[in-house]
């Protein structure tokens, strides 16, 4: 039985039955059904029901907001901005899709020619998160709809509901039975999943345990899998930035989903000339942040998505000040119900400890002090993770030199880094492989088939 529990409030809501293995063995039978069909329909007729489903998205857009708000804690505007994401997401590749599968055709040295087609290969499995419950699956679903293939989602637990009404929305817009469809599962069933012969891929965005956990057993069966893990973003401020555009950024970054994005700038890394100016605009907008009802417009940040996360992060913070780290600020719970935490900035974090490789999951900021340049990107560098990161100077060497020299897969400039349907998305490390989104992520689960002809 799953439960979808509200972290505003701490009152369980729905409660979602667990598939038995034969309502799961049945689904994936479904899956291969819709499967056999799904592949011979036309790129017009896959497009035409990507624009289906963001019709019914924008025509449900708030039932789908609220539904999210409800069982993981972000605010409603963020949630209505993320399905509205999702809605550009199938437009995107309704429009601009049939493109990328154009085949391409190479003169070979001996006269004739090689023909690239991308071809669709079965049902594709999904291992999503709750923190962006919608997008998150999304691009994973978009593209898998285009390709031909189609979609089995397993979806944390704690957002059952959101899983249930993507699979819905399907259906509304006139897809067929089978071509997605939200599983029911605990994760100890993931590995029987992936192992199944009716599964031919694996697409996982979550932490680095699942990732390697996934990875083994994909490897085991020697299937394709693409891996988003965690990250622990650097967002470096250099003296030539507008500092008060970067302060501003960063507080966004760190409030964000009340801290809980992979991608989001978390720790902030400040030339040494212009740290304490730095430090002081920070400090002073992190405290204003409002965080509460997440109903409420007023609000800035709603509760972390559980009390096991709010304890988790707070656990965090004990153990950056055991180390010798200092908390200016923040990290503690408000009165009444829910899982709330205030926005906090810890700061002289010893260079080596073990919280240099931590990601912090919540609304907590890691300011660190560099020399220089060589020392900003030391300290970007010096972690085992290489999802993203964020680069604030105005100065185009320093540009060239963090776009070279940052070993992370999406660097952004002068902006925080967020996703984009068009741009490839996706990290080196021990942040994952593969990559969603744009081109590449359509490509990743498609079967490039080389055909050859003779000279003419």
């Known amino acids: 039985m799953f439960k979808s529990v509200n972290p505003a409030t701490g009152e369980t809501f729905a409660t979602y039955p667990e598939l038995t293995k034969d309502e799961l063995n049945a689904k994936l039978d479904t899956a291969v059904s819709a499967y056999k ?15 289906a489903i963001a019709d019914v998205y924008e025509k449900n857009k708030d039932r ?14 963020s949630s209505v901005a993320e399905v509205e994401k999702c809605i550009a997401g199938f437009r995107h590749y309704a429009w601009q899709g049939p493109a990328m599968l154009e085949p391409k055709t ?22 999503m998160p709750w ?11 978009a593209p898998t709809i285009l390709a031909g293939n189609v979609g089995l989602l397993k979806h944390a637990s704690i957002v059952q509901g959101v899983g249930g009404l993507m699979e819905e929305m399907v259906l509304q817009a006139g897809g067929p039975v089978g071509l997605f469809q939200n599983l029911g599962v605990k994760s100890s069933a ?52 507008n500092l008060d555009e970067s302060v501003k950024q960063a507080v966004k970054a760190r409030i964000q ?17 212009i740290y304490d100016r730095f430090l002081e605009k920070f400090s002073a907008a992190m405290r204003a942040v409002k965080a509460g009802d997440p109903m409420d417009p007023a609000t800035d940040m ?32 408000l009165e009444g119900p829910g899982a709330y935490l205030t926005a906090g900035i810890l700061t002289d974090i010893p260079r080596g400890s073990p919280l240099m490789h931590e990601e912090i999951f919540g609304p907590i900021a890691m300011l660190f002090r560099a020399a220089d340049i060589e020392d900003a990107i030391a300290l970007a560098n010096n972690i085992p993770f290489g999802l993203g990161s964020s680069v604030w100077t105005n100065d185009p060497a320093e540009q060239a030199r963090f776009i070279a020299d940052i070993e992370a897969g999406m660097t952004a400039i002068n902006q925080m880094l967020a996703s984009s349907p068009e741009a490839p998305f996706g990290g080196i490390k021990r942040s994952g492989h593969g990559r969603e989104l744009g081109p590449y992520g359509l490509h990743e689960f498609m079967n490039l088939k080389t055909v050859l002809r003779p000279a003419a």
Request: proline share 3%.
């Open 37 to 51: 069909s799904w592949r011979k329909t036309s790129l017009g007729e896959r497009t035409a029901l990507l624009s």
């Open 64 to 77: 789908l907001a609220k539904m999210a708000t409800a069982e993981m804690g972000k605010t409603y505007a």
């Open 257 to 273: 989903n009340t801290g809980q994005s992979c991608i989001c700038g978390k720790r902030m890394i400040v030339h040494a000339d």
């Open 190 to 241: 993931v590995a029987g999943i992936i192992a199944d012969d009716r599964v031919v891929a694996v697409t996982l965005t979550g932490s680095e345990g699942a990732g390697i956990a996934v990875g083994e057993q994909a490897g085991h069966a020697l299937k394709k899998v693409v891996l988003e893990l965690g990250g622990s973003d650097p967002f470096i401020v250099m003296p030539s930035a």
């Open 106 to 127: 190479q003169k070979l040295s001996n006269g004739g020619s090689a023909e690239v087609h991308w071809l669709s290969q079965g049902p594709v499995l999904a291992i």
């Open 302 to 333: 709603g509760p972390l998505s559980s009390i096991e996360q709010q304890e988790t992060v707070i656990e965090q913070i004990a153990e950056a000040k055991r180390l010798g780290a200092r908390l200016l600020f923040g990290g503690e719970k």
């Open 131 to 141: 923190n962006f419950p919608f997008w998150q699956a999304v691009r994973f679903l």
